[in-house]
């Protein structure tokens, strides 16, 4: 998506440890109108997929989903994250590994906003070594919901996480592909395309 692109290369900042940063747009201020944009585009790449409900993880994934909700006229649930979960009696959970925080967290749903039968598209920001879609997979199969697909609103596409949702079969849709860091700069698979 050009418009992401454009401002991943206008404000986005790369960090030591190929994290990018693009806390002026998307995971600390939000702009309404790109993240209205991105919802819509997501709409437009899963129209077929028949999706029932999205589901994301708090906090940085809300805001796009929310959008791709609003566009597809669905439901938007949040998993939350713990520290550590006790009372699990009515909530789905799974373990997932921070990319950026380098610690483990717990994230969970309750069992009522999840029910058998539906057809779910997991959405997040970033896509990096899968930890945070794989929490995702582990709830959506403990409460027996089909996988509609994944969208990610950037993906570094060098790491991890893209073989193990293609390796599971699951329709996988990003917005932004970065391919790598070069120092400052970004690159996008885009850019191979002629
Ligand atoms: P994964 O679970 O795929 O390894 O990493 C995805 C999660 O880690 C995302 O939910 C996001 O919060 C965080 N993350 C991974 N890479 C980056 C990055 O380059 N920049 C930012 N801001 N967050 C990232």
């Known amino acids: 998506m050009r418009e992401l692109e454009e401002r991943i290369l206008k404000d986005g900042r790369v960090l030591p440890g190929e994290v990018l940063k693009v806390d002026g747009f998307l995971n600390h201020q939000v702009d309404p109108d790109l993240m209205f944009a991105m919802g819509t585009e997501f ?3 899963f129209q077929d997929a028949g999706v029932t409900k999205i589901l994301t993880v708090e906090s940085s994934g809300i805001a796009p989903a929310v959008m791709a909700g609003l566009a597809m006229h669905v439901p938007v649930v949040f998993a939350r994250k713990h520290k550590s979960v006790t009372l ?3 909530l789905y959970t799974a373990e997932v590994y921070s990319y950026t925080k380098k610690t483990s967290n ?9 029910q058998p039968g539906e057809k779910v598209l997991l959405i997040d920001d970033f896509l990096a070594n899968g930890q945070a879609v794989q929490g995702m997979f582990e709830i959506c199969d403990q409460a027996q919901v089909t996988i509609a697909g994944v ?7 060098f790491q991890t996480g893209h073989q193990m949702i293609v390796d599971r079969g699951v329709l996988l849709e990003s ?13 996008f698979a885009s850019e191979d395309v002629d």
Do not use: C, P, Y
């Open 43 to 45: 709409a437009h790449r």
């Open 88 to 90: 699990i009696d009515d």
């Open 151 to 157: 969208g990610i609103v950037i993906e570094k596409v």
């Open 175 to 187: 917005l932004a592909q970065i391919t790598s860091f070069d120092g400052d700069r970004v690159h």
């Open 106 to 114: 717990h994230i969970s749903i309750a069992k009522k906003f999840l």
